[in-house]
């Protein structure tokens, strides 16, 4: 990147693009929130599973602001305006016959911000596997 050259300003949890993949769970529920110190409005794609829009704060002030009513129900593109805070909540499955970990992308669905990276990976890990409680399993006589 030249020095002249702004570089991306939109977060991902806290994250700037490229620093810090993200490592979500089979079959679990996640709130990822989306930063935009930018002036553009940036449509955020993600690979994999879509989304619910929860909703956006803008910053410093105040109340959250509910989706929009084209934007209720599940989405595999968000907007996500400048100057917000933009919360969405993702339920992470791997398609059938797949077995994590598996790798995928969410990025910015505009190409030319795409092309330069605005975009991050994620790698998806085995569930979580649950421990049988002590004296709750069958005992063979």
Known sequence: ???ETEGW???LNAA???QAP???RAGTVEDWVFVNMTMDTHPMHTHLFTHQVIGRVPFATGPMLPPTP???GFKDTTKVNPGTFTIVRDRIELPAGVQAPQSYVYH???VEHEDNDMMQSFTVLPRYRRRARPGSGRRRS
Do not use: K, T, V
Request: hydrophobic share 30%.
């Open 1 to 3: 990147m030249e020095p």
């Open 9 to 11: 300003w939109l977060n």
């Open 16 to 18: 700037h693009f490229g």
């Open 22 to 24: 993200e490592y979500p």
């Open 70 to 72: 084209d934007e209720r």
């Open 108 to 110: 910015c669905h505009i």
